[in-house]
């Protein structure tokens, strides 16, 4: 046996690092009220009716006739046939063979690694950090994909050599920028991925925030079911960070070296994953319902109402702001040369405000730090006074 030396990086999960930080300067001043502006962590409270649903379905559990063991580790058939009617809504033909139920995100787009070997991974710099971590944790090479002035923040694969295949990350809108890529930019991925044989990950974990006309599914586009799989998750939308529940689609039709991904997938996810609650996935299905829409807009409208609050007080400040109203997330240039960990340093100490240094989400992340408008509005309102 070899230890896997790749976990020997002194380097922590940068929200766990963060949240470390915070709990000990909580400790030292325990007198300082603290305006969490870190992690994109949503703080508006469930629904009544949401939980009134969950609630039902747990009951079930109680009686002979309705209760149930083991989930079905892919979801079950209710769920997927509202996410497939979801993407139908959208003018997107999925089957529901193609929906894999899961505990969100985060665990899907880093366990994805475990269907490809040798891989050369395409990620965007500076973007969510579990990319880059869960590459470095597997020993993988990796391609860092700068964004900056000279090519408006979107990454693009003009650089990229098309003698070879690459697991390529997308984040539209990016975590941390904000910035979304229009359907020609999706478009030139889309294209690029089929003729190398590549396969893309898109995570729309923020597609709910987009105003303008960007698509919110990468299979929006034409050829992408050849080469993309789509992650997604009730987390940010519904403001299930607790509850944990998310999805991914894995067409049918893509196949790499006579292999099917979405075999590969089912195989994983019944060796590796355990399923998601039966009372967690009637919630998820009451979300995708008309009248669960409804309530998710009213949250996701109070978070984007922060953003904006953000932004139109941070454009007269010092701070030289990234235009976006496609994001829960204000990315912001400090102004006098302090390094994001030393800004992350001095906001906690001068107000208490939490920020996510910019270098966490990549080296040219370095100069900047990320506020998140899923903090409660009134630390939204104060931390306005004190970021001048
Ligand atoms: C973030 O703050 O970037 C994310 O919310 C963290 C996560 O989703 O894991």
Not at 177 to 205: M, P, Q, R
Not at 342 to 371: A, D, M, N, T, W
Request: proline share 4%.
């Amino acid at each position: 046996m070899k230890i896997n030396k790749c976990y020997s990086t002194k380097k922590n999960y940068v929200f766990t690092e963060i949240a470390q930080k915070v709990e000990s300067f909580k400790q030292n001043h325990p007198n300082q009220k603290i305006y969490n502006l870190g992690i994109g962590d949503v703080t508006l409270p469930l629904d009544t009716k949401l939980v009134d649903v969950m609630e039902k379905a747990l009951k079930e559990q109680t009686a002979k006739d309705t209760f149930k063991g083991y989930p079905p580790e892919t979801g079950y058939d209710f769920l997927k046939n509202a996410i497939v009617c979801t993407y139908a809504q959208m003018g997107i033909d999925i089957s529901i063979e193609e929906v894999f139920v899961s505990n969100g995100a985060g665990c899907d787009v880093t366990n994805i690694l475990n269907l490809f070997k040798d891989v050369t991974s395409v990620i965007a710099d500076p973007t969510y950090p579990a990319y880059y971590d869960s590459n470095a944790l597997c020993g993988n090479d990796v391609v860092l994909l700068p964004l900056n002035k000279s090519n408006n923040y979107k990454m693009s694969p003009k650089n990229l050599s098309c003698d070879k295949s690459y697991l390529i990350y997308i984040c539209s809108p990016n975590n941390p920028t904000g910035v979304t890529l229009s359907h020609d930019d999706l478009d030139e991925w889309v294209t690029f991925a089929n003729l190398t044989k590549s396969i893309i990950l898109f995570d729309n974990a923020y597609q709910c925030f987009i105003e303008d006309n960007s698509p919110k599914s990468i299979f929006e586009i034409d050829g992408a079911k050849s080469c993309a799989i789509e992650i997604a998750s009730f987390s940010k939308c519904a403001g299930f960070t607790n509850l944990r529940c998310g999805y991914t689609v894995v067409p049918k039709s893509l196949i790499r070296q006579d292999m099917s991904l979405n075999v590969m997938w089912k195989r994983h996810q019944s060796t590796f994953f355990n399923g998601v609650p039966y009372h967690i996935q009637k919630g998820a299905e009451f979300v995708l319902t008309g009248e669960g829409q409804e309530i998710c807009k009213k949250n996701i409208d109070y978070y984007k109402q922060n953003a904006k609050i953000l932004r139109q007080h941070l454009l007269s400040s010092k701070y030289e702001l990234l235009p976006s109203n496609n994001s829960p997330y204000v990315w912001m240039k400090i102004p006098d040369g302090a390094t994001s960990w030393e800004h992350f340093e001095s906001l906690l100490q001068s107000y208490g405000i939490v920020c996510i240094p910019g270098s966490g989400f990549g080296k040219s992340g370095e100069g900047y730090i990320r506020l998140s408008a899923f903090a409660k509005r009134e630390d939204i309102l104060e931390a306005c006074k004190m970021l001048i």
